[in-house]
């Protein structure tokens, strides 16, 4: 049996006569930590709203375990394991961590609309909450309102609600942008740590960050697949290179 949890087959999205993503045929292996890396522009998050139903392909198709789930609605999806965090926070900013993740957790549960009217009923829920928490190193604060958070911390919250989703592919969308240098490699290394069973899928630009937490990568430029390998053979590849350095030229 192959050991693919996540794979596309020819798959190209076009907007009017522009085309985003062009013919491509990505293979993620189950816990891999995979980076979808490439230049603005590139495709990166077409192909993510592609993999997650947030946008239909204009052809081919997506398998997650092997079953053909390019039909298959976003909430589907996710229920099926495949979970994304987005670029932007979309966090409540009133709310603790705690309560956050609690939410998050009571709502995969089928409780979520009446949690709050008895809330000591769901002891059990809080619990697993801070357990959660405190794999994310957010533990010490998870009493604190999020929007005095800082931010990496914020980022790692937005983890931390995907993951209570029990995700088996975790999509991850420029998880350390706006983070400040010294935070970015703690949000990486608690990502990379998370059980081998969650398959993760990163896009980010950092460099450094891509080469300490890949175990593959795929370079996409405007829309194709340009290079793929491990973290060796794309740090080695000129072509890759000169992408880069054309780009920051
Ligand atoms: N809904 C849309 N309508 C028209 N064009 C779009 C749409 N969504 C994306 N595009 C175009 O598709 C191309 C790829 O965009 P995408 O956001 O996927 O790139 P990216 O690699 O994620 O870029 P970045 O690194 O800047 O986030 C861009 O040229 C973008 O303008």
């Known amino acids: 049996m192959s050991d693919l949890v996540l794979e596309t087959r020819g798959l190209k999205r076009n907007f009017g006569a522009f085309v985003a993503t062009n013919d491509v045929s990505l293979k993620v292996e189950r816990g891999a930590r995979h980076a979808l890396i490439g230049p603005n522009g590139a495709g990166k998050t077409t192909l993510i709203n592609l993999l997650t139903g947030v946008i239909p392909p204009s052809e081919g198709q997506v398998f997650l375990e092997g079953d053909d789930i390019t039909s298959l609605a976003s909430f589907k999806r996710v229920k099926r394991g495949l979970t ?16 956050t993740v609690t939410l998050a957790i009571a709502e995969r549960n089928g409780i979520g609309h009446n949690l709050w ?13 801070a357990e959660l928490l405190a794999r994310f190193g957010l533990a010490s604060i998870m009493g604190e309102r999020t929007v005095i958070l800082p931010y990496g911390k914020q980022r790692l919250l937005e983890i931390a609600l995907a993951f209570a989703s029990k995700p088996r592919v975790l999509l991850l969308d420029e998880p350390a942008a706006g983070v400040p240098e010294d935070e970015r490699h703690e949000v990486l290394s608690i990502v990379s740590d998370l059980p081998k069973d969650v398959t993760v899928l990163l896009i980010e630009h950092d460099m450094d960050l891509v080469f300490s937490f890949a175990s ?34």
């Open 84 to 99: 994304r965090t987005f670029q932007i926070n979309q966090l409540f900013n009133g709310f603790t961590p705690l309560e």
């Open 117 to 129: 009217s008895s809330i000591a009923g769901y002891g059990q829920i809080v619990e697993e909450a």
């Open 216 to 249: 593959r990568i795929s370079v996409l430029v405007a829309g194709a697949v340009f290079a793929e390998g491990s973290v060796s053979e794309i740090s080695a590849d000129a072509r890759v290179k000169a992408v880069y350095l054309g780009e920051n030229a």
